[in-house]
């Protein structure tokens, strides 16, 4: 049996094997790198058999695609793995039988270190490593391969790394976006320019970081419980074992948002109190949450939940919808010679998707944060949600309800590009491949 190995391909196999890093594999490094990636390719087909019958069909690789959160019919999955695995032509069905067994995908894949079947269909994971300051997406998904490696908590690890950044950098408008939610009105119009004066001259440049430290704080917790949450619920909801459809994946993410909320909530009070607070109001956030006890009891830390647990609802939904909307009509009009869309596609899709799901739950939103502010605001009443919705309509009218959106808008793109630059950072770090 002969091999021809392209010199891209020869490439990638000396710096996948290369261990002292001197641009050349001898015999153990070689040897070392084909068992590895034996084992990997053998996940691989495992995870793709689905009836462990030795034997790779084109049904089992679609529902592996569709598994994978990719949902295509049955004539664009041909034209795309026609293009990119070959898996019904002479370079791997040698037998002409229309199924791969392993020996056909070793053979094959060995020396092809960097194309699987869930490798570049993992391009279009509608991943929550785009962070624009609100975490209730639905949850990153993980195949069997990078669950068995270790792979997800790194990915995890990356995704919030990537999401204290851009959160830190992007601080300045999350605090002019609350300061005007809850401050602006008709009567008390509030600009751009005119809030970040206001804000500089009561409490100087640091000021506009305020409430930034918990906010960056529960990204880790919140992100743990969500994750573990979401593959608890995944089980339960399921029609059938190992699969999950789209609105089974919809429900599951929605419940799993609801779950980490809950647990997290009292660090969403202290945040939004802490973005508001004065010079010397407190000195940090166990003085916040010390304060809040003992002025206003237990039940302040989840003022504001019932609107925040149903926001996510609208949020989750239209960005998953959305986002397989755009991926669907991509892969339909333009999947012609590559599988992978490209940075760009994938940062506007996600962005785009995740800006319409902001767009429908921001009036929930604007209600959480005024009912989690309420305490602290002088001359505040203490409203219920309906009473405090009404108030909003009668007196600002409909777009009321969508104070502080300029600002909200302005951090997206910032927001998207310095997560996505980290998050790539910290994968090359955590040597998670690509």
């Known amino acids: 049996m002969g091999f021809k190995i ?16 001197d641009d050349k594999l001898d015999f153990s490094e070689f040897s070392k790198y084909l068992k590895e990636h034996e084992k990997k390719l053998q996940l691989t087909f495992k995870s793709l058999d689905k009836n462990n019958d030795g034997r790779i069909d084109f049904m089992e690789i679609k529902q592996s695609l569709a598994d994978l959160g990719v949902e295509v019919t049955k004539e664009d999955a041909k034209k795309i793995l026609k293009r990119y695995f070959c898996l019904f032509y002479s370079c791997i069905d040698v037998d002409g039988t229309m199924t791969v067994d392993w020996n056909e995908w070793r053979e094959h894949f060995l020396f092809n270190p960097a194309t699987n079947l869930q490798e570049i269909i993992r391009y279009w994971k509608h991943s929550t490593v785009l962070d624009i300051g609100d975490s209730l997406t639905i949850p990153d998904e993980f195949t069997e391969d990078e669950k068995t ?28 976006k609350v300061f005007m ?24 440049v640091t000021s506009l970081w305020r409430g930034n430290g918990v906010n960056v704080l529960k990204i880790a917790p919140e992100t743990a419980i969500k994750f573990m949450a979401y593959e608890q619920y995944k089980k339960l909801l399921s029609t059938e074992p190992g699969k999950i459809k789209t ?15 809950t647990a997290i909530y009292p660090m969403e009070v202290m945040k939004t109190r802490l973005t508001l607070r004065k010079t010397g109001q407190y000195s940090g956030m166990f003085d916040c949450a010390k304060k809040i006890l003992k002025n206003e009891g237990v039940k302040a830390f989840y003022k504001g939940y019932v609107p925040n647990i149903l926001g996510i609802i609208p949020y989750a939904g239209i960005d998953l919808a959305v986002y397989e909307s755009l991926k669907n009509f991509w892969l339909s009009r333009y999947a012609k010679d590559t599988a992978n869309p490209g940075v760009l596609v994938l940062l506007g899709c996600g962005t785009i998707s995740s800006t319409c799901g902001q767009l429908a739950s921001y009036p929930l939103a ?4 005024r009912m989690q502010a309420q305490a602290s605001v002088e001359g505040s009443e203490q409203l219920p ?6 108030k909003i309509l009668e007196k600002e009218g409909f777009f009321g309800l969508y104070r502080g959106i300029l600002p909200n808008f302005m951090k997206v793109i ?15 770090g955590l040597g998670i491949q690509k």
């Open 149 to 176: 490696t270790g792979l997800w908590w790194k990915q995890l690890a990356a995704g919030a790394m990537a999401g204290a950044v851009s959160r830190t950098g992007t601080a300045p408008l999350d605090r002019m």
């Open 181 to 204: 939610q809850v401050h602006a009105s008709k009567s008390n119009q509030i600009s751009l320019v005119g809030g970040f004066k206001q804000m500089l001259k009561e409490g100087g």
């Open 6 to 21: 392209g010199k891209g391909v020869a490439q990638k196999i000396v710096s996948s094997g290369d261990q002292d890093k």
């Open 247 to 261: 609105h089974e994946r919809f429900m599951a993410g929605s419940l799993a948002g609801a779950t980490a909320q």
């Open 385 to 390: 949600m309906s009473r405090m919705v009404k």
């Open 366 to 369: 604007l209600i959480r944060t």
């Open 414 to 428: 910032p927001a998207v590009s310095i997560s996505y630059v980290v998050y790539e950072y910290m994968r090359s």
